[in-house]
């Protein structure tokens, strides 16, 4: 383990009785990255961080801090602090005293636990609220106070369990972006779990997806994103279309896969395959575009399918078309709404779903 | 009440509730009626007195056994809360709920003078085995350790009031947010401090509510006790001999309101106590989006000063 990994989770599995939580997940995150745990809820994400935090006992497997096999230490003896999504305020004491409490624990002078609270709580942005108890504080600030009381301890791992998944909508993007300013400024390795993978995709260096209890991938958000490796990642990351089939001739450049929705063609990128592999071929829908079939294809081998236009949702920014192809699968294909709010189909029209040959991703798993 | 319902339907379910607690306690107000006369129960004139309530304390034998009644109290007291409590915390964890709760209610489901009696023959029995072993053995050292007395008649009033105290104590235990335990040991807490810090407070009106009941049922409780006792007597089981021997005497009518007004008194501040608490945390559990008098929120985290 190179010394700046942070967490290295090896081998990692939990039973709850017959259920199987995690299956094996290895992981190895870096220190002072923004790591996200994303996936479906009951994927098993949050029983990785609790993992991780000391609060579930792995069945099998180690965690291991800086190389430190922490795997049988309790949550107080390991160098993790945490922010819950309940907020998890003490409602007995004020915000200062939730904020000082780490530190009164470790028995900091009492000028020093003062000092150190009163300059985390400006650091989140809540001066002047250090005498009020947690109920007179709005959502959004009983989660800067978790914030400030975990920050405080000056831990090096930050282990954040959906901790926005309480908050309103806007609130939500805002404390997305103060969470990643707070990353780049104290320095030190934020995990966080999330099923939203807009916030993922705000705050991750790398993106882990995990999902039935086994780490499905984990790469550079922006990999994850653009290039997913596996179908699973596709389905849930962004928006895509999927096209299951077999492929049917390939060199070194192209492959040309049979699927019910027709003759479709992907990049070729080294992938070992065979002819007659059952395969998968994505494409993010806001790198698809609609035309009529009257319209002369670029090249014949340029990706398409036909289908026929079911209808227009209007999503502010963007219009999302809704295409029913001849395999009765819908393709959803996402524009820029125009400024007069016209739309150059109707529903029932024939049209081709068509997109730039380098966009489409092969999965063989 | 419903907003479209009848307000005599609901001045007639108070009227309802106000009777039956006047039927339930008049019997208790009869009895502190007549601790203050003068002429004791059933003279035909009423005279208002203290002198009864003076003369409780010169009462020996009362006194005696209001003693060994206050000792047995509060030895219960000690076993049971932190029983009830740990079987309350227990019961939040497991997920055998049904189970659980089956087994630390049943003995609620015995009646009082089967399980009493039942008790009686097993610490009999066990105290004639533990006789036998010591006699084997060739020394006296297990000779009465089951012998009843005090330690039976408190091992009967554990068993006797633990089903209440748990109750009592589940009721703010199951509101208790256990990731705030989780929270405190995140920020370095052991399990005990975490308890004490951050759990022990917001169920304190729980435990002591439990406090209250069990030295109340211990105090009350006369089965059990006056079958598992031995050679003391404790407040029930004077009053009641003394009734049924005597009649009762007009100090035990004064020492009988005595413990009545007490124990309203205490069960009255609880439930007053309670109610207040609840509807506080009801209050707390609707966060305001902005505090009245609170200072402009800062819109973006600040640097910390250096």
Not at chain 1, 319 to 333: A, F, P, Q, T
Request: hydrophobic share 45%.
């Amino acid at each position: 383990m190179s010394s700046d990994t942070a967490v290295e989770v090896v081998d990692l599995k939990k039973n709850y009785g017959p259920v199987t939580a995690l299956e094996n997940v290895n992981v190895s995150i870096k220190s002072g990255e923004y790591f996200v745990l994303l996936g479906p809820s009951g994927g098993g994400k949050t029983t990785l961080l609790r993992s991780i935090g000391g609060f579930i006992r792995p069945t099998k497997g180690r965690v291991l801090l800086h190389g430190e096999d922490v795997t049988d230490l309790p949550p107080d003896k390991r160098s993790t602090s945490m922010v819950f999504q309940s907020y998890a305020l003490f409602p007995h004491m004020t915000v200062i005293e939730n904020v000082g409490y780490g530190l009164k624990l470790a028995k900091v002078p009492k000028a020093e636990i003062e000092r150190k609270s009163h300059d985390m709580l400006e650091m989140v942005g809540l001066t002047g609220y250090d005498r009020r108890k947690p109920h007179e504080l709005s959502g959004g600030q009983q989660q800067r106070v978790q914030l400030a009381r975990a920050l405080v301890l000056e831990r090096d791992i930050l282990l954040l369990d959906e901790p926005l998944a309480a908050l309103d909508a806007q609130l939500r993007k805002d404390m997305c972006v103060e969470l990643k300013h707070l990353q780049q400024q104290v320095g030190i390795t934020f995990i966080h779990v999330t099923h939203n993978q807009e916030e993922a995709m705000t705050v991750a260096d790398r993106i882990a997806l995990i999902a039935d209890g086994n780490l499905v991938e984990y790469g550079p958000a922006r990999e994850v994103y653009e290039t997913p490796k596996r179908r699973f990642t596709a389905s849930f990351v962004g928006e895509n279309n999927l096209f299951d089939g077999r492929v049917v001739t390939s060199d070194s450049d192209t492959l040309e896969v049979n699927s019910p929705a027709g003759q479709i063609f992907v990049p070729h990128k080294g992938a070992t395959v065979a002819a007659g592999q059952n395969v998968s071929v994505s494409v993010r829908s806001e790198v698809m575009s609609l035309e009529r079939p009257s319209v002369k294809p670029s090249s014949p081998s340029a990706p398409a399918v036909s289908g026929t236009y079911r209808e227009c949702l209007y999503l502010g920014l963007v219009n999302s078309h809704r295409i029913i192809l001849e395999d009765e699968r819908e393709v959803v294909v996402r524009t820029l709404a125009g400024p007069d709010g016209t739309v150059p189909f109707a529903p029932g029209d024939p049209v081709r779903v068509t997109w730039p040959f380098d966009a489409g991703r092969l999965h063989t798993q | 009440m419903s907003e479209y319902g009848s307000i005599w339907g609901y001045r007639a379910q108070w009227a309802y509730l106000l009777l039956i607690v006047a039927t339930l306690m008049s019997p208790v107000f009869y009895v502190i009626y007549i601790s203050f006369n003068e002429n004791g129960f059933g003279a035909a004139e009423y005279v208002f007195t203290l002198e009864w309530y003076g003369l409780i304390f010169s009462d020996r034998l009362m006194m005696n056994a209001l003693g060994w009644t206050l000792m047995l109290a509060f030895a219960t007291l000690a076993v049971t809360v932190p029983m009830a409590t740990i079987a309350a915390k227990f019961y939040k964890a497991t997920r055998h709920k049904v189970f659980t709760i089956f087994v630390l209610l049943s003995p609620l489901f015995v009646a009082p003078d089967i399980l009493g009696s039942a008790l009686l023959v097993f610490f009999k029995n066990t105290n004639n085995m533990f006789e036998a072993f010591s006699d084997y053995l060739g020394t006296e050292f297990f000779y009465g350790w089951f012998q009843l007395g005090f330690m039976t008649a408190w091992i009967g009033l554990i068993i006797y009031t633990m089903p209440y105290a748990f109750i009592v104590i589940l009721i703010t235990i199951g509101r208790y947010n256990e990731q705030q335990t989780e929270a405190a040991r995140a920020c370095g807490a052991s399990g005990w401090r975490a308890f004490w810090d951050v759990e022990f407070p917001q169920i304190r009106a729980g435990i002591f509510s439990a406090c209250a009941f069990t030295v109340i049922l211990s105090f009350n409780e006369y089965t059990r006790t006056s079958l598992l006792k031995g050679g003391f007597d404790t407040f029930t089981t004077v009053l009641i001999s003394q009734m049924l021997n005597e009649g009762m005497s007009e100090q035990s009518y004064a020492m009988s309101s005595l413990v009545s007004f007490v124990a309203i008194a205490t069960i009255g501040t609880i439930i007053i106590f309670t109610m207040i608490r609840s509807e506080q945390l009801q209050r707390k559990a609707q966060p305001k989006a902005e505090p009245a008098d609170a200072p402009e929120t800062n819109a973006e985290p600040q640097k910390a000063a250096a």
